[in-house]
Nanobody, 123 residues
Framework: QVQLVESGGGLVQAGDSLRLSCVAS????????MGWFRQAPGKEREFVSA????????VYADSVKGRFTISRDNAKYTLGLQMNSLKPEDTGVYYC????????????????WGQGTQVTVPP
């Protein structure tokens, strides 16, 4: 069983920054693609960003490109998401995901998910 635990969410003002982290419970972390997804109340889960196991392939949703930066530290089994210039539209529960995935945008292909961490940016 792969367990993922997110942290770093909070309530911040528009224009501020947050850094999210996700820690994996397994030492095979380096072999998995990892991604961030978010879900606002009443809306479907939305792709945010993802990174393959080596870090050679990184993708972002257009809505966060230029503001968010994804990273991973395989030695520490962690995934990060640096979020700058936050907007009210970024509000939602952020989930990290892991899996042997090539189409990094498709959340349905990920096998493992964290419990989520809330990010709130009031208008």
């Amino acid at each position: 069983q792969v367990q993922l635990v997110e942290s770093g969410g909070g309530l911040v003002q528009a224009g501020d920054s947050l850094r999210l982290s996700c820690v994996a419970s397994v030492r095979t972390f380096h072999s998995y693609a990892m991604g961030w997804f978010r879900q606002a109340p009443g809306k479907e889960r939305e792709f945010v960003s993802a990174i393959n196991w080596s870090g050679s392939n990184i993708v972002y949703a257009d809505s966060v490109k230029g503001r968010f930066t994804i990273s991973r530290d395989n030695a520490k089994y962690t995934l990060g998401l640096q979020m700058n210039s936050l907007k009210p539209e970024d509000t939602g529960v952020y989930y990290c995901a892991a899996g042997l995935v090539r189409d990094l945008h498709n959340g349905n292909l990920y096998d493992y998910w964290g419990q989520g961490t809330q990010v709130t940016v009031p208008p």
